[in-house]
Nanobody, 122 residues
């Protein structure tokens, strides 16, 4: 059974940091990514990486503030978020797929976690 389990969300003040975790099990994936969805908005790509490493991708708003990394021994991908802003408030989702591409399109991904809420207060 394939599972992606996110953790690490919470309430933080603007300028603060959080580290999200995505623990994967049940299958070997090519790509693991983070999306987010704010109320009333579409789900948007945040960052992505290959399980094998070497390549990372970031949305423009995430560049310089967010870092995606992985621990293959723990089958876990992390999203470290620094300098958080109120507009970063959203539910953050981990997604994964076996196809050999890291896509920014949410429809590409077959496997999703349940999401973790990130709230940034001003």
């Amino acid at each position: 059974q394939v599972q992606l389990v996110e953790s690490g969300g919470g309430l933080v003040q603007a300028g603060g940091s959080l580290r999200l975790s995505c623990a994967a099990s049940g299958r070997t994936f090519y790509a693991v990514v983070w999306f987010r969805q704010a109320p009333g908005k579409e789900r948007e790509f945040v960052a992505g990486t290959r399980w094998s490493g070497g390549i990372t991708y970031y949305a423009d708003f995430a560049k310089g503030r967010f870092t995606i990394s992985r621990d293959n021994a723990k089958n876990t991908v992390y999203l470290k978020m620094n300098s958080l802003k109120p507009e970063d408030t959203a539910v953050y989702y981990c997604a994964a797929d076996q196809a050999p591409v890291v896509s920014v399109n949410a429809a590409h991904y077959d496997y999703w976690g349940q999401g973790t809420q990130v709230t940034v207060s001003s």
